[in-house]
């Protein structure tokens, strides 16, 4: 029958339950991973010498012609529950939209990038629970998350049905045994500040500016966004992703599948058994990626973020990692990869070659999916 596969964070204990590899490993939602993992850009600098209709002048903050420190904490203090409240107080004068902006961000950031920096793995439930990826666990999760279930329910009458009794490796059903809540989503943060009341049209602008995400790339190499492994130090750039197909590049999105979603996937998958319902043969079930700390972000991060500098040297593997992916689009999907990476004699080398104005429909059509992944349901607890 083949396996069934979960991606699970092992950190937040959370799980989206998938079918067959081959459902999921080509599914164009899999850009939805990239929304979990990248990391919007941090706002500039607010430039206050703009005229936007409100005071530049900190005197006519009244009571809170405070120190910036005292300002930058009274914000700081401000709940996830009263972030709109922030947002609005912020708006009030450009000394306070200055200061603002930088709590707003990290509220975002708590939607946007969900599973930044966490330990990500996509696990078959033919995994024997003692043969799990070296190291990935700490000390305190061991007696939990390693070894097998053992059936509680053994020594009952024999004709009971266990159907319902987890069994298997501990790993797998990780999030099993945690309330069942969605995590924050990207559409939650938007609703929040639906309702803007009196805001004139000019502060509606201004709150747009504070509360969106900025996903943006300017073209240059040491912006570009890269999918990494934080655990090994190893990156995938986007434009390498990109060359398989000849899409263009927006951010950490590409206008074509694959995306760095599905590279991250062809690198996290972790079993015993090498079924995986897909026509390639290399050792997939065996990713050398699975169950490390996992983001999306841009080059400069590398040496700007103190999280990601400390690791020392980072070696770039896009080469590597994107030959993979494309041995694996080869054997299933090789319509979607530009004509000279397809394999010579492929029916599909002869295929003509789709119009600009059919790849943008298709392109529209799957950034506007905003379902699950794959159809699947994020289960588990997220600490707020």
Same mark, same amino acid.
């Given at each position: 029958?083949?396996?069934?596969?979960?991606?699970?964070?092992?950190?937040?204990?959370?799980?989206?339950?998938?079918?067959?590899?081959?459902?999921?490993?080509?599914?164009?939602?899999?850009?939805?991973?990239?929304?979990?993992?990248?990391?919007?850009?941090?706002?500039?600098?607010?430039?206050?010498?703009?005229?936007?209709?409100?005071?530049?002048?900190?005197?006519?903050?009244?009571?809170?012609?405070?120190?910036?420190?005292?300002?930058?904490?009274?914000?700081?203090?401000?709940?996830?529950?009263?972030?709109? @409240?922030?947002?609005?107080?912020?708006? +009030?004068?450009?000394?306070? $939209?200055?200061?603002?902006?930088? $709590?707003?961000?990290?509220?975002?950031?708590?939607?946007?990038?969900?599973?930044?920096?966490?330990?990500?793995?996509?696990?078959?439930?033919?995994?024997?629970?003692?043969?799990?990826?070296?190291?990935?666990?700490?000390?305190?999760?061991?007696?939990?998350?390693? &070894?097998?279930?053992?059936?509680?329910?053994?020594?009952?009458?024999?004709?009971?049905?266990?159907?319902?009794?987890?069994?298997?490796?501990?790993?797998?059903?990780?999030?099993?045994?945690?309330?069942?809540?969605?995590?924050? +989503?990207?559409?939650?943060?938007?609703?929040?500040?639906?309702?803007?009341?009196?805001?004139?049209?000019?502060?509606?602008?201004?709150?747009?500016?504070?509360?969106?995400?900025?996903?943006?790339?300017?073209?240059?190499?040491? +912006?570009?966004?890269?999918?990494?492994?934080?655990?090994?130090?190893?990156?995938?750039?986007?434009?390498?992703?990109? $060359?398989?197909?000849?899409?263009?590049?927006?951010?950490?999105?590409?206008?074509?599948?694959?995306?760095?979603?599905?590279?991250?996937?062809?690198?996290?998958?972790?079993?015993?058994?090498?079924? +995986?319902?897909?026509?390639?043969?290399?050792?997939?079930?065996? &990713?050398?990626?699975?169950?490390?700390?996992?983001?999306?972000?841009?080059?400069? #991060?590398?040496?700007?973020?103190?999280?990601?500098? @400390?690791?020392?040297?980072?070696?770039?593997?896009?080469?590597?990692?994107?030959? #993979? !992916?494309?041995?694996?689009?080869?054997?299933?999907?090789?319509?979607?990869? /530009?004509?000279?990476?397809?394999?010579?004699? @492929?029916?599909?080398?002869?295929?003509? !070659?789709?119009?600009?104005?059919?790849?943008? /429909?298709?392109?529209?059509?799957?950034?506007?999916?905003?379902?699950?992944?794959?159809?699947?349901?994020?289960? &588990?607890? $997220?600490?707020?």
């Amino acid at each position: 029958m083949g396996q069934y596969w979960k991606l699970i964070n092992i950190d937040q204990r959370q799980s989206v339950s998938w079918g067959k590899l081959c459902q999921v490993i080509f599914a164009p939602t899999l850009i939805n991973l990239v929304w979990l993992l990248a990391m919007p850009r941090k706002p500039k600098p607010y430039d206050r010498s703009n005229e936007r209709g409100r005071s530049k002048d900190p005197r006519d903050l009244g009571a809170l012609n405070l120190p910036f420190d005292v300002l930058a904490a009274i914000f700081e203090a401000i709940g996830s529950e009263n972030i709109v @409240d922030a947002a609005y107080l912020a708006l +009030t004068n450009t000394f306070l $939209r200055a200061i603002g902006q930088k $709590r707003i961000y990290n509220e975002l950031a708590s939607y946007y990038a969900a599973w930044y920096l966490e330990r990500i793995i996509c696990v078959g439930d033919y995994l024997e629970g003692d043969d799990l990826p070296p190291d990935i666990l700490k000390e305190d999760e061991k007696e939990s998350l390693s &070894g097998d279930i053992s059936d509680t329910n053994s020594d009952d009458d024999s004709t009971s049905n266990h159907s319902d009794v987890p069994h298997g490796a501990r790993l797998y059903h990780a999030a099993d045994a945690e309330t069942n809540r969605s995590s924050r +989503t990207i559409g939650h943060w938007r609703k929040r500040f639906a309702a803007k009341g009196k805001l004139s049209k000019a502060e509606r602008r201004e709150l747009e500016d504070l509360i969106r995400a900025d996903f943006s790339w300017d073209g240059r190499q040491e +912006t570009e966004w890269i999918l990494c492994n934080w655990t090994r130090a190893e990156y995938v750039r986007n434009g390498g992703v990109a $060359r398989l197909t000849g899409s263009e590049i927006d951010g950490p999105m590409t206008s074509a599948d694959p995306s760095l979603g599905h590279v991250l996937l062809t690198q996290i998958c972790w079993s015993s058994d090498d079924s +995986t319902s897909v026509n390639y043969r290399g050792p997939l079930h065996r &990713g050398r990626w699975a169950g490390h700390y996992i983001a999306i972000t841009t080059m400069d #991060q590398l040496t700007e973020n103190v999280r990601f500098a @400390d690791k020392g040297n980072w070696v770039d593997v896009t080469e590597e990692v994107v030959a #993979q !992916v494309l041995e694996i689009w080869r054997a299933e999907h090789p319509e979607v990869l /530009v004509p000279h990476l397809r394999l010579k004699g @492929d029916v599909s080398d002869s295929t003509p !070659v789709s119009t600009d104005e059919e790849d943008r /429909v298709q392109s529209e059509e799957k950034a506007a999916d905003k379902g699950a992944l794959a159809g699947g349901e994020v289960s &588990g607890d $997220r600490e707020e």
